[in-house]
């Protein structure tokens, strides 16, 4: 019986190696993090909306977007400020019920492409967020983040640290992204960039930028993904839900 979800999208050959980015593409906590940080930079004197946070800073470092707004402002974050919205987004990710993107963790299981996450997010928020999504047993220890590197993405300075870490040469790599800096990182490092914006704020919009960055192919549903690295469909399908109106 032939599958009901066929797509015309290409598939990527030659993958010897996946690397997931984590917020957006394993972990939906994009919509948490920009309302907190909408809300609280607005209290502190930067009004700024969830919109403009999306387009403007996704997949950037907090600090580095704190930076960018004090500097085109004037306006000097609080002392602790960094520090307490942090522990704010920590505590409301933690807390969600529904934190895993819809449908990864049946489509982990069914991948038999190895796999790592490489994240600009530190450690302990990746420690915390994939314990809570029932996603951390699925990739330790081959969990990275842009701590443990001099640049963070836009630079391919993580890729490439998760590509050696791996024994895997970047051209065999392809990278799992939600944002432009993402895949302006991969598309530096050599590797494939795959665009995901299933969890995006403005999927369409975030769609053609990811393209316009340099995206192969975009996907709106973890379940198209073994397809596109040119595995069975039909294996990650078993147990997993669309979202509705998808």
Not at 68 to 92: C, K, M, N
Not at 147 to 155: N, Y
Not at 166 to 180: F, L, Q, T
Request: net charge negative; glycine share 6%; charged share 20%.
């Amino acid at each position: 019986m032939e599958d009901d979800h066929v797509t015309d999208r290409p598939t990527i050959q030659g993958v010897d190696l996946l690397i997931f980015d984590c917020d957006g593409v394993l972990i939906d906590s994009e919509r948490i993090v920009l309302a907190i940080n909408a809300r609280e930079l607005t209290a502190h004197g930067i009004p700024i909306t969830e919109a403009v946070l999306a387009e403007r800073f996704s997949g950037m470092p907090y600090a580095d977007m704190y930076r960018a707004l004090e500097g085109e402002t004037s306006v000097r974050l609080p002392a602790g400020y960094a520090e307490r919205a942090y522990q704010l987004a920590i505590d409301a990710c933690v807390g969600e019920v529904a934190l895993a993107v819809p449908g990864v963790a049946a489509v982990l299981d069914k991948l038999r492409h190895p796999k790592c996450v490489a994240s600009s997010s530190p450690p302990d928020w990746l420690a915390h967020t994939l314990e809570a999504a029932n996603l951390w047993s699925r990739f330790t220890p081959h969990i990275f983040s842009a701590a443990e590197v001099a640049r963070a993405k836009p630079a391919p300075d993580l890729f490439l640290h998760a590509a050696s870490r791996m024994g895997v040469e970047p051209a065999r790599c392809a990278v799992i992204e939600d944002s432009a800096a993402g895949v302006t990182a991969a598309v530096a490092a050599g590797m494939t960039p795959i665009g995901f914006v299933g969890a995006a704020f403005d999927p369409k919009t975030q769609a053609e930028r990811l393209r316009a960055a340099g995206a192969v192919v975009i996907v709106d549903d973890m379940m198209e993904l073994p397809a596109v690295v040119g595995e069975p469909l039909h294996s990650a399908r078993c147990g997993v839900r669309r979202r509705p109106g998808k």
